[in-house]
């Protein structure tokens, strides 16, 4: 199985600060996401990466921006953290082809006030 | 946009019995994906069904899909209390940037 760190686990900010989370994996996997999931919307993307350094925009990705200078590594900012980007934030990477079969981290509850 | 669409949106129903849910999308799909979410964790992955296919198994699990209906339903049998779970049907429509496009899931409980 992969394993995939999500860090912090929590987080409360304020509003107007940047945040970054960080997503971590072991295996090289090729394909990572970030979706965040919300009361009455289920998951949803917010960006996604198919390689070092090569991202896309998802449904949601206004106010966030991610970075992907290694393999490994899959960091999602907040420039600046508004009160309707309280949420789950889950990492992800693809076990097979682009979204297939999702291997998720366990999450990062953050709260924004 | 919401594509694919879990019915009923909660079930409880007693050890041992069998657990069907059921997921509606709207547009043409290459694959439709199914996973399970346990309270505070991430979500596992369960079984893929391509747009070929019609039927999968996977030990206590049978998804089916109905393409012309734009349909799919997951069976658990001998349903056991572990199962008490959220599980989301997601579909991929081919294109990367859109990613999976998830439902809002149904809340399972399994009485003991």
């Known amino acids: 199985d992969a394993g995939i760190t999500q860090s912090p686990r929590h987080k409360v900010t304020e509003t107007g600060t940047p945040v970054t989370l960080r997503c971590h994996q072991t295996?090289?996997?090729?394909?990572m996401y970030w979706y965040r999931q919300d009361p009455g919307h289920g998951l949803r993307l917010i960006h996604y990466?198919?390689?070092?350094?090569?991202?896309d925009k998802g449904e949601v990705s206004d106010g966030y921006s991610v970075s992907r200078s290694k393999t490994e590594d899959f960091l999602l900012t907040l420039e600046s953290a508004t009160s309707s980007q309280t949420s789950v934030y889950f990492c992800?990477?693809?076990?097979?082809?682009?979204?297939?079969?999702?291997?998720f981290g366990s999450g990062t509850q953050l709260s924004v006030l | 946009s919401q594509q694919g669409e879990e019915d009923p949106q909660a079930l409880s129903i007693q050890e041992g019995e069998n657990a069907t849910m059921n997921c509606s999308y709207k547009?043409?799909?290459?694959?439709l994906q199914w996973y399970r979410q346990n309270s505070g964790r991430g979500l596992v992955h369960l079984i893929l069904?391509?747009?070929?296919?019609r039927e999968k198994h996977s030990g206590r699990l049978r998804v089916t899909l109905d393409t012309s209906k734009k349909s799919s339903s997951l069976l658990i049998t001998a349903s056991r209390a572990a199962d008490t779970a959220s599980y989301f049907c997601?579909?991929?429509?081919?294109?990367?940037?859109?990613?999976?496009?998830f439902g809002k899931g149904t809340h399972l409980i399994i009485q003991p």
């Open positions: 990466s198919y390689g070092v350094k090569d991202t």
């Open positions: 547009t043409s799909i290459n694959n």
């Open positions: 997601a579909t991929d429509t081919g294109g990367g940037a859109d990613g999976l496009t």
């Open positions: 295996e090289n996997h090729r394909y």
């Open positions: 069904i391509r747009s070929n296919e």
């Open positions: 992800a990477i693809s076990q097979g082809a682009t979204n297939e079969k999702l291997f």
